[in-house]
Every structure is written in structure tokens, then in C-alpha cells.
């Protein structure tokens, strides 16, 4: 359904308000659900199912429906993407998948990384984070790949600070004003920066899964890597881009 028929279809339901009128934007706007799913399980790897995200995103994409105001002339979409992520990070809260002790090796992962990269100025290899947690290489990888789920917490921290909101406020005008154009030009510039310090196979994973929006297995096939292998090249990208984005890390979550 294009743009101008999918107004039409809000236009007649913000008048009627009837059952089947939310059904049929329900089952429109279905497939937001899958891509906003689809991007949360990069930083879940195969902790959790996909099929389950995507059943805690449809919850929020009901709730976006239901609180939907069209007449403020925001875009559904902006707006439902936001209320599906909360839904899928609310339920992977109550689940409280991250244990403590996960959350000490992601903290040491960080202070490690951090510690090399300001020493040498330059990225840190694995063998060095390894050699710096006094731990295996073989150690090392499996921390990596425990600590996947951990990324999370950046979103969540991100989403309890109220960010959806401000966004949500944002979206509230039709127009940008200056400043925000100039903040997120800036903020753009800081996340190119950032790419500068992957390695060519990890900007690529990157780029392709947040600006190209090709799947995991898309990206496999491109690179004639397997799936579990793009899985840890994403990991790793986003264990450095963490450490130099910061609390702006939420812009590969608006690409």
C-alpha cells in the first residue's frame, strides 16, 4: 500500500474508529514490526527467538494504533517504531536475561578496550584485550559472545532516560528548528568518525545491516562469510563504536 492509501486508511479510522479499521492498520503496518525485531536480535545474537520479539513487538505496535494521534501530522511510523522497541525491551526486562556477573565482564571488556585504545591510540586487537584480562584468546571469544546480550543495555539505559519521550516531543513538529538540524548533523559527523575505527569487514556489516537493511543471511552471502561470523563481526563493532559514541550510541537505532 503506498503512502497516499495508507493516509486514507487513517484518515477514515481516526473518523470511525471501528474494529475493523484498526485491524486492517494492524496488519498494514505488521512488517514495521519485523524490522524493528529484526534489528533488537543483532544484539540479542541467538539468545533469544526471533519469532519471540517480533510477538512482544505486535503488543506495541497495537499500542502505538490505539494512542496514535493523526491529526498532529507525525509519521506512524516514527512514532510505532519507538512504542515496539519499548514493548520488546520491556519484556526482555522482566526476563532479566543480563546476570550480574555478565554485566562485570562487559564492564571489564569496556575498561580493557578503553585502556589499550587511549595507550596506543589506535583500535584494540582481541589478542591484546585478551592479554590485558589475563585470559585466553579462546576465553576471550567466549566472553564475546556471552556478553552479546549486554549490549542491550545501552538501549535500555537509553529508553529509561526518557529519550522516547523527547523524541516523541520532537516528532510533535512538522519543522525542524536549527539547532536540531545542526545537532544532528553533528551527531552524523560523530558517527562517521566512529566507522573510521572499525575494520573494513566490520564497517561493512555495518553499513549493509543499518543503511542497507539487509538481513544477516544477505550480508553473509555478500562477504562469503557464515551468519554466526557477521553475528561476531557486529558484536565487535559495536563493543568499539560503544566506547566512542557514548551516550549518542542510540543513532544506529534512528538510521
Known sequence: ?????????????????TTEGREKIIIEYASL??????????????????????????????DAVDKFDYAKGVKFE???????????????????WIPRTLRQKQRKLDAAIHKIETEYGR????????KELDITLEEFE?????TKVSNL????????QGSEAKMESNLSSEFETPDRIIEKQELKEILAKTLETLTEKEKKVIILY????????????ILEVSESRISQLHTKA???MKLKLGNNIELLMRI
Open 1 to 17: 500500500m503506498n503512502a497516499e492509501c495508507r493516509a486514507k486508511l487513517w484518515e477514515e479510522y481516526s473518523k470511525t474508529k
Open 33 to 62: 514490526v519485523k524490522i524493528v525485531a529484526g534489528r533488537l536480535s543483532m544484539y540479542l545474537g541467538y539468545n533469544v527467538e526471533y519469532d519471540d520479539l517480533v510477538g512482544y513487538g505486535i503488543f506495541g505496535l497495537i
Open 78 to 96: 516514527t512514532y510505532a517504531s519507538f512504542r515496539i522497541r519499548g514493548a520488546i525491551l520491556d519484556e526482555i526486562r522482566k526476563m532479566d
Open 123 to 130: 583500535v584494540a586487537t582481541d589478542e591484546e584485550v585478551a
Open 142 to 146: 567466549t566472553w564475546q559472545s556471552q
Open 153 to 160: 543495555l545501552s538501549l535500555d539505559e537509553y529508553m529509561e
Open 210 to 221: 543499518y543503511y542497507e537493511d539487509l538481513t544477516l543471511k544477505e550480508i553473509s552471502s
Open 238 to 240: 559495536l563493543q568499539k
